[in-house]
């Protein structure tokens, strides 16, 4: 069983310099109490795997105004001009990787593959610096796995085994990244008693979740 620990507590376990993947969909889906905690703690040189950047103050995009963060791996930041700033400015790394492919590496990493090939980038400056592999006829690029030390996740339900459910878009990269992470800190939005999820409603079993955070109070 898993006893719930503080969000400040959730913060205290992500060190300086770590990589960390962030869950949801421009913010949904993030666990929002940890990474205020996380803003709150002045956490530094902090990698971001995430989605998206989200919005100022919002998500991941406070972690950003903050100056938590030294780079970011994700999919688009159209909707965060303060990261866009940060980037001009040389103040953050930006890694813009197409959004299937950053799902696919997340999921490559979690399930122990050595990368995955994509057709997507082929010709385009995605393509600089990467292996080209020829199968069958065609052309596709060799695409490296994504890990973390640290993945921090939304859910709506936990029991205190730690498995884990999730609603509607706060799916989105959610499950796949606790498989990819040495060390998954769930932010729940409710705690329910064990036995109370049934077994084909986990989308993320206990026995990959290290710690839940409390609900709120």
Do not use: W
Request: charged share 20%; net charge neutral; aromatic share 4%.
């Amino acid at each position: 069983m898993r006893e719930a620990i503080s969000p400040a507590a959730a913060a205290a376990l992500v060190r300086d310099g770590s990589t960390v993947m962030v869950g949801g969909f421009m913010g949904v889906g993030s666990p929002h109490r940890v990474i205020a905690a996380l803003v709150e703690r002045g956490a530094r040189d902090l990698t971001i795997i995430g989605n998206d950047a989200a919005r100022p103050g919002h998500g991941i995009g406070a972690l950003i105004d903050a100056g938590c963060v030294s780079r970011c791996i994700t999919s688009h930041i159209g909707l965060n001009p303060s990261l866009q700033k940060k980037m001009i400015a040389g103040e953050v790394q930006v890694d813009l990787v197409p959004q299937g492919t950053l799902a696919e590496r997340i999921r490559a990493g979690g399930a122990g593959l050595g990368g995955v090939l994509t057709p997507t980038g082929v010709g385009t400056v995605v393509q600089d610096g990467k292996q080209l592999v020829k199968v069958d006829g065609r052309d596709f690029l060799l695409e490296l796995p994504l890990r973390a030390d640290v993945a921090l996740l939304r859910c709506y339900e936990a029991d205190y085994y730690g498995n884990l459910t999730y609603r509607l878009t706060a799916r989105n990269f959610n499950p796949i990244m606790a498989m990819a992470a040495t060390t998954v800190i769930a932010e729940p939005d409710e705690i329910v008693p064990i036995g109370l999820i049934p077994p084909d409603h986990v989308c993320t079993p206990g026995i990959i979740v290290t710690h839940l955070v409390e609900r709120p109070h």
